[in-house]
């Protein structure tokens, strides 16, 4: 039986999310920004019709926006998150074999499904009625053709937001392919269809008939696999589970210059809380932790200095306090006054199980049942009341650092002082 699996993909998700709950801006061009309000995340049709790109630099389309009166906000996580997981449980229901990609898309394994076109209308309009979201769905026998039938989806009002590529005989699918430029090709960006291209690969078709061996010695075995999945041979499986992150990372820009060395280290604070939250709730501990700081690199008028320092800790740990005053060490050792600073960020490595402890014979035996009790507790109460609600004591109490929200909406649905009102 052949794989029937199933892309779905929200619709302009960022943008949909805000005009959930503002009905009046439903027809308005609407673009999200970046985090400091830098670039086009998010792009509403009407926007990308007046000629948004994404990713542009929001400075440089104001003039555009101002002539067409786009409406644009800045990022609202908290809310994003909170629609996401509501539209991923709705799909959830659907299959026992499914796949959370990505913030805003979701693959669906519905091999067997009867009536699988009706099932699919079914989901659409599940998702729509049950959390306002848009989403429209495209259906493979690989992922890589599922997310290309999403593409069709999308773009083809005849298709009422449901492609299946499995439905097309051998003729029509390569008619299809052939009318798509490779660089819609999951995993083939700008830069790699500028290669292909001078092989004369500028179609989905032709990269589907293009000489495999030629592939795999210029572009390396992940373009092999993208070229059988293409050819209906699935090569990328379903990942059920999640796995375990290998490094976690968290960092932020600044919305305005550091000079401050306890600015920065408030910074770095709230940096360790967030990633030592990450590494708590996978049940982990890193025993390798790395600072960095960064001056502005776009000021070619300022001096530039991008240190970065990484120190083993005694032991493994997830514990925020612990891992703040190591930060807080490296931050000292690397700052110097006569620099600006517009950027930090700490890496977690050397990431395993909290099951998985490697003593020291040498060294008394370490016991964090305290330290884990109190961990617990700050992640439940910020779980409940919101990131941030329990900081630790050296977060928060500076605000120079903290990134440039200045268009952002309120958090609609995880915060009980900013829910809308019925009237």
């Not at 794989?3 to 960022?14: G, T």
């Not at 229901?93 to 009706?118: M, N, Q």
């Not at 989806?153 to 003729?171: C, I, M, T, W």
């Not at 709730?281 to 502005?296: K, R």
């Given at each position: 039986?052949?794989?029937?699996?199933?892309?779905?993909?929200?619709?302009?998700?960022?943008?949909s999310c805000e005009r959930l709950f503002r009905p009046d801006?439903?027809?308005?061009?609407?673009?999200?920004?970046?985090?400091?309000?830098?670039?086009?995340?998010?792009?509403?049709?009407?926007?990308?019709?007046?000629?948004?790109?994404?990713?542009?630099?929001?400075?440089?389309?104001?003039?555009?926006?101002?002539?067409?009166?786009?409406?644009?906000?800045?990022?609202?996580?908290?809310?994003?998150?909170?629609?996401?997981?509501?539209?991923?449980?709705?799909?959830?229901?659907?299959?026992?074999?499914?796949?959370?990609?990505?913030?805003?898309?979701?693959?669906?394994?519905?091999?067997?499904?009867?009536?699988?076109?009706?099932?699919?209308?079914?989901?659409?309009?599940?998702?729509?009625?049950?959390?306002?979201?848009?989403?429209?769905?495209?259906?493979?026998?690989?992922?890589?053709?599922?997310?290309?039938?999403?593409?069709?989806?999308?773009?083809?009002?005849?298709?009422?937001?449901?492609?299946?590529?499995?439905?097309?005989?051998?003729?029509?699918?390569?008619?299809?392919?052939?009318?798509?430029?490779?660089?819609?090709?999951?995993?083939?960006?700008?830069?790699?269809?500028?290669?292909?291209?001078?092989?004369?690969?500028?179609?989905?078709?032709?990269?589907?008939?293009?000489?495999?061996?030629?592939?795999?010695?210029?572009?390396?075995?992940?373009?092999?696999?993208?070229?059988?999945?293409?050819q209906g041979i699935a090569c990328i499986d379903l990942q059920?589970?999640?796995?375990?992150?290998?490094?976690?990372?968290?960092?932020?820009?600044?919305?305005?210059?550091?000079?401050?060395?306890?600015?920065?280290?408030?910074?770095?604070?709230?940096?360790?809380?967030?990633?030592?939250?990450?590494?708590?709730?996978?049940?982990?501990?890193?025993?390798?932790?790395?600072?960095?700081?960064?001056?502005?690199?776009?000021?070619?008028?300022?001096?530039?200095?991008?240190?970065?320092?990484?120190?083993?800790?005694?032991?493994?740990?997830?514990?925020?306090?612990?891992?703040?005053?190591?930060?807080?060490?490296?931050?000292?050792?690397?700052?110097?006054?006569?620099?600006?600073?517009?950027?930090?960020?700490?890496?977690?490595?050397?990431?395993?199980?909290?099951?998985?402890?490697?003593?020291?014979?040498?060294?008394?035996?370490?016991?964090?049942?305290?330290?884990?009790?109190?961990?617990?507790?700050?992640?439940?109460?910020?779980?409940?009341?919101?990131?941030?609600?329990?900081?630790?004591?050296?977060?928060?109490?500076?605000?120079?650092?903290?990134?440039?929200?200045?268009?952002?909406?309120?958090?609609?649905?995880?915060?009980?002082?900013?829910?809308?009102?019925?009237?």
């Amino acid at each position: 039986m052949k794989q029937q699996l199933a892309l779905i993909d929200c619709n302009n998700f960022y943008v949909s999310c805000e005009r959930l709950f503002r009905p009046d801006i439903r027809k308005t061009p609407v673009v999200v920004l970046s985090n400091n309000d830098g670039c086009v995340v998010s792009r509403s049709n009407e926007a990308k019709a007046i000629g948004i790109r994404m990713g542009q630099p929001w400075f440089e389309c104001k003039e555009l926006a101002k002539e067409h009166g786009v409406l644009a906000l800045s990022s609202n996580y908290a809310l994003y998150a909170d629609l996401s997981n509501r539209v991923m449980s709705i799909l959830s229901t659907y299959s026992p074999r499914h796949e959370v990609y990505s913030i805003d898309e979701c693959f669906v394994d519905l091999t067997g499904t009867a009536k699988l076109r009706d099932v699919s209308y079914q989901m659409r309009e599940h998702v729509i009625n049950w959390s306002g979201i848009p989403v429209c769905v495209g259906i493979g026998p690989t992922k890589t053709l599922a997310k290309l039938a999403n593409f069709v989806a999308k773009r083809h009002p005849r298709s009422k937001g449901v492609f299946n590529y499995n439905d097309l005989n051998e003729q029509r699918q390569a008619k299809l392919l052939g009318q798509i430029t490779v660089d819609e090709v999951w995993g083939v960006g700008r830069r790699i269809s500028k290669r292909l291209a001078e092989h004369n690969i500028h179609t989905v078709e032709e990269l589907r008939h293009a000489h495999t061996p030629t592939l795999r010695s210029e572009f390396g075995v992940v373009m092999e696999k993208t070229q059988r999945e293409l050819q209906g041979i699935a090569c990328i499986d379903l990942q059920e589970v999640v796995p375990d992150k290998q490094q976690i990372i968290s960092s932020r820009s600044f919305g305005s210059m550091v000079q401050d060395v306890d600015v920065l280290k408030d910074a770095m604070s709230t940096f360790v809380a967030n990633a030592c939250a990450k590494l708590r709730a996978q049940e982990s501990h890193a025993a390798l932790i790395q600072v960095f700081l960064h001056t502005n690199r776009f000021r070619k008028d300022l001096p530039q200095y991008m240190p970065c320092l990484a120190i083993p800790l005694p032991y493994p740990t997830n514990d925020s306090l612990a891992v703040n005053k190591w930060a807080g060490f490296l931050v000292e050792q690397m700052y110097k006054p006569e620099y600006q600073y517009k950027k930090a960020g700490i890496v977690l490595s050397e990431i395993s199980p909290v099951t998985h402890y490697q003593g020291d014979l040498l060294a008394p035996e370490i016991t964090e049942t305290g330290s884990t009790k109190l961990m617990t507790a700050i992640d439940q109460l910020n779980q409940r009341f919101g990131r941030g609600a329990v900081k630790i004591s050296t977060q928060g109490a500076h605000k120079g650092w903290q990134m440039k929200q200045e268009r952002k909406s309120p958090c609609y649905t995880t915060n009980w002082n900013e829910l809308p009102h019925a009237q």
